[in-house]
């Protein structure tokens, strides 16, 4: 369980509404605490991620949370613009070609350009160096949705097959043996154990491993109840809100009606388990707990984080 942990770059995928967002800052918060200079990425601006980890929005430029973490948001427009201002250093020349309406066109019209910028920007982040040393020792990256964010894993190798030799096919190479190289990336999924998410992480998985040919992480099931109450526990609180009047009755009723219902949620999360765990063999599966909070915040995170810890099986933490 420790291999999908121990890369630097992992890329967070799932259905919308599974809480990939809330996973991918558990997983910010996880390296941060262990000693890792962390960046925190989301892939499309707007987004929550700045916010559930308690920092300010922040495009293109990555902003400072804590001494281990900070957090950037990318817009796939503006990293074409910072990339062109690394490869065209005459600032008279680029504020030309920025203004031109040939460009202005070319953005609005090339297909996949600002996903393929977008990821881009992500090599960048993760080969870049300050002095003798990467920039960053962990890189965590919020996708979009299922869907949309393979479509941006998929852009670097539609470039690299599409273009010829020169420039564009160069760089989607290069970004393309990095997404590939299982000793640095992972790509986990998130999912909860219900019947259409577990089905859409299955399909992903497949996709993952086959045609993009990327290194497959942990598949990590978020919200799992768990069965607190034996069925003859529930029952017999049910007859205790039956032979008891007023306020009383009306408490058990709703503690019986509660419990009920949690365990429900329990047989049905274990049955889709169960489906993952026998679909997929051998892949690391982590659990995390459906967590009852009035206000999800940054206490919840760090549960989260710690359970993920605890369920990847990590060796201990660096000191500083």
Known sequence: MTAPFARRLHFVVGKGGVGKTTVSAALARLFARRGHRTLAVEMEAGGRLPAVL?????????????ANLSVVSIDGRAALEEYLGLVIPVRRLLSTVF??????????????LKELMTVGKVWYEATRREGTRPAWDVIIVD???????LHYLRMPQAARDTFGAGLVQREATRVVELLQDPATTAVHLVTLAEDMPVTETLEAHAQIAGPLHLPVGAVIVNRMHARRFAPDVIERVGRAAEAAHGDESTILAAVAARAAEESGWAAINAQHAERLRTALGQAPIVELPYLFAEEFGAAEIELLSRRLEEGAALPAARRA
């Open 54 to 66: 308690g920092g300010p929005p922040s495009v293109g430029t990555p902003s400072a949370i804590d």
């Open 143 to 149: 996708a979009p949705a299922t869907g949309h964010g």
């Open 99 to 112: 203004s031109s309406r040939i460009y202005q066109y070319f953005v609005a019209a090339a297909p996949g």
